[in-house]
């Protein structure tokens, strides 16, 4: 498992260990300075009778001038050096990420993505047919033993009508079911009239062709401006291309960004991510327009990785 994705170039592997020299050679001047200008003072003056008894036994014989009693912070100091170094030296790689060429043949997949239709409103199913009626036969020979008898239930004035003095308990009603109101989607488009452009180029001269083209590029320009490419890529020589899927919404933001072929090795989440950047950076595309409106069109954009 990997705690920390370090990736460090050459140059900088190269500044880290010259400031570390210089400032190894800094200290040790320093100290030289203090000693120097320490040795220079009446150095007797400051020792106390029991001190100046005690000089030939010690390992200088001015304690004052002892700088053998900073060893072990000088220990430490080394060992964090020590470690930093070796930390540096385990993030140093001699792969570096080649700059492609922002060139439109970046724009053409290697082969062929089964993309997955665009999501739109579905009309609800309809409902399920009642069942059959449910025909029970007679047979014709039933015979009645005993007739029921039918009473008179004719009241007149005289009749007295026994009043019911049970109060029977009301059921409570049952709460209302609440109609949940299912949000529309606006349809997605594949292909429209006129298709989402990277900002960069409304304002020039020329067709909407011309004006696709030099978007083309600037997008490009800004995928392998702001993309890195991830260290574990780089360690184990993993190229290739991903293949990226996203819409732009009818205000120029970008959404449902997902990764359609990953070639492992983080850079299908790298890719992602600097899609994604887009929105963050609040650049804005120009939406694609179907019969005079701005609509939701899926964009799909591969990305390629490529090592010297």
Not at 159 to 175: F, G, L, N, S, Y
Not at 237 to 252: I, L, R, W
Not at 287 to 308: A, M, T
Request: net charge positive; with cysteine.
């Amino acid at each position: 498992m990997l705690l920390f994705d370090i990736a460090i170039t050459g140059k900088t592997l190269l500044w880290s260990v010259v400031g570390i020299f210089v400032g190894i050679i800094a200290l040790i001047q320093i100290m030289k300075m203090i000693g120097r200008k320490r040795s220079e003072s009446d150095l007797r003056s400051t020792m106390d009778e029991g001190e100046r008894k005690s000089v030939l036994s010690g390992r200088n014989k001015y304690p004052a001038v002892d700088f053998f009693k900073y060893s072990g912070t000088f220990t430490n100091l080394g060992l964090a050096i020590a470690l930093g170094l070796t930390v540096l030296l385990f993030g140093w790689t001699q792969y570096q990420p080649k700059a492609p060429d922002v060139d439109l043949s970046l724009l053409e997949l290697e082969e062929e993505i089964e993309v997955a239709p665009p999501r739109t409103d579905e009309p609800p199913p309809p409902p399920p047919p009642p069942p059959p009626p449910v025909v029970e036969e007679v047979p014709d020979d039933v015979v009645i033993k005993d007739p029921p008898k039918f009473a008179s239930n004719d009241i007149d004035t005289k009749t007295e009508v026994p009043q019911d003095t049970t109060h029977r308990k009301k059921k409570p009603k049952a709460p209302a079911k609440k109609k949940v109101k299912k949000k529309k989607v606006a349809e997605v488009f594949k292909v429209v009239e006129q298709m989402p452009r990277f900002p960069g180029c409304e304002d020039m001269a020329g067709s909407d062709a011309e004006k696709k083209q030099c978007a083309d590029k600037k997008m490009l320009e800004f995928i392998y401006k702001n993309i890195k490419y991830p260290a574990i890529a780089r360690e184990n020589g993993v190229e290739g291309q991903v293949v990226v899927q996203f819409v732009v919404e009818p205000s120029g933001e970008v959404s449902g960004v997902e990764v359609l072929r990953d070639i492992g090795a983080k850079c299908g989440d790298e890719a992602k991510r600097v899609v994604e950047l887009m929105n963050k950076k609040g650049i804005k595309w120009t939406p694609g327009r179907q019969r005079g409106q701005n609509v939701r069109v899926q964009f799909i954009l591969p990305v390629k990785f490529k090592l010297n």
